[in-house]
Every structure is written in structure tokens, then in C-alpha cells.
């Protein structure tokens, strides 16, 4: 009887998991294969099988920005999906702002573990979705709200202090007035710091400077494979 317990406990891992798709790709001739950041479990890659059919129940379900509920099974890295349910939410995100939420989404692909909780994560990511799908919403502020806190859920957010910090290309560190200069270094007031952390972009300076800041941050953190949607972007504004 044992044994049999446990040989279900394997089979069964998750139910009733909200969930978002961040990306997704073929596999094999008529299956799926889908990374979703979940409210339970973080980041999950499961496998959706034969999710390609006409009547197969993931049709049409596995989109981004879509609210899901999911069930999965499985011990290993790539799950195997069991179900997945609509909730009835949808962010009707449109023009530049899609381009942001597929940033969003690929921020979240190329910095989270896989299956490390974060439903504080999971909540903020819902606000920035809710934000770029409102067009009367600063997107800007939104992205450089999530970016921060993104980076505080990763521990590497921004020291609490009244004394400057700069960033040296790799790390936050205490600024002090013997600290040799170079061009890397981006010296953070004690009045910025206060600032990012209230989320207080009220001035243009303040929004262009943490832009400057997440970007060389988010840099360094994804390696030397750069952003997929931050070098589209920039092709687009070429042309």
C-alpha cells in the first residue's frame, strides 16, 4: 500500500495552479512544449501533449497573457500538463506595449529558477500586465517598476542607506570619495536610492536614470546572450 502511495505521489504534483504562458514551442509532430510562471511554483516547463489536434482540449488556451488555471504531473525538469483551464481574464495588450509585455515575459524566462515560488513575483507580474494593457497608463513607470522589483525578488535590489552606491558593472557596491573612477560606474545618490525605492518617477530625470540603471543591471544578470526583445526593438526604431 506503500509503495502505491508513493508511486501516486510522483505521478500527481500540481492542481489548481493559476498560471501564465511566458513561451512556448513545438514538439515532436502534434505536441507543445510551454514555460508558464505559476502562482504555486514558479516557473514550470511542461509538456502539453498533442496540444496541435483539432480536438485536442489546449487548443487555442496556450497564449500569453491569457489568465489560466493548470494542473501538471511529473518529478522531472519537463512536466507533463494535464489540464488547463481559462479563467476568464485576458490583457488585451496592443502595439508598442506588446513588445514590453514579451520583455516582461522574457525577463522572467531568462532570470527565474525553475520551480522556486514567488507569489509576491506573481502579483506584480499581474499589475505591469494590467498597466500595458491600459493605454492611459505610463508604461514606462510600469516597466521600471517591475524591472526593480524583479531585482529585489532576486536579491539584487538596492541597499537601504543614507550614503551613495554605484554600480561597477557586476555589483552594487558603497560608494566613497577614494573609490577609483571608471567608466562602468553609475554612482547612485542617497536621494535616487530613496527615490527607486518609493517607485517615485514623478521626475523625467528620475524614470531615465533607473532605465540606465535596470538596463546595465539586467545586462550583466542574463549574460552574453542579449535580450531577444530589446534587440528587436532596437531594429524596429532603425528603420
Do not use: C
Amino acid at each position: 500500500m506503500a509503495e502505491v502511495s508513493v508511486r501516486a505521489k510522483e505521478r500527481r504534483v500540481s492542481e489548481d495552479d493559476a498560471a501564465f504562458v511566458l513561451q512556448s514551442w513545438n514538439w515532436k509532430e502534434t505536441s507543445l512544449l510551454v514555460e508558464f510562471f505559476t502562482l504555486k511554483h514558479g516557473k514550470v516547463l511542461a509538456v502539453a501533449r498533442g496540444a496541435k489536434r483539432p480536438g485536442s482540449h489546449f487548443r487555442g488556451l496556450l497564449t500569453p497573457f491569457s489568465a489560466l488555471k493548470i494542473a501538471f504531473s511529473g518529478q522531472n525538469e519537463v512536466k507533463n500538463l494535464l489540464k488547463t483551464q481559462w479563467l476568464g481574464g485576458y490583457f488585451p495588450i496592443e502595439g508598442d506595449a506588446l513588445f514590453s509585455a514579451f520583455y516582461v515575459n522574457e525577463l522572467l524566462v531568462r532570470l527565474l529558477a525553475r520551480e522556486d515560488e514567488m507569489q509576491d513575483l506573481f502579483t506584480a507580474y499581474v499589475h505591469v500586465l494590467e498597466k500595458l494593457a491600459d493605454s492611459d497608463n505610463n508604461h514606462e513607470v510600469a516597466l521600471r517598476t517591475f524591472e526593480l522589483e524583479l531585482m529585489e525578488y532576486l536579491g539584487y535590489g538596492l541597499p537601504v542607506t543614507g550614503e551613495p552606491w554605484y554600480w561597477n558593472g557586476e555589483e552594487l557596491k558603497p560608494w566613497t570619495p577614494d573609490t577609483i573612477e571608471s567608466e562602468r560606474y553609475l554612482v547612485i545618490s542617497p536621494e535616487m536610492i530613496q527615490k527607486l525605492h518609493n517607485r517615485d518617477f514623478r521626475s523625467k530625470e528620475t524614470l531615465a536614470f533607473a532605465k540606465l540603471l535596470m538596463r546595465r543591471m539586467i545586462a550583466h544578470y542574463v549574460g552574453d546572450k542579449p535580450l531577444n526583445t530589446r534587440r528587436i526593438v532596437e531594429e524596429l526604431k532603425r528603420l
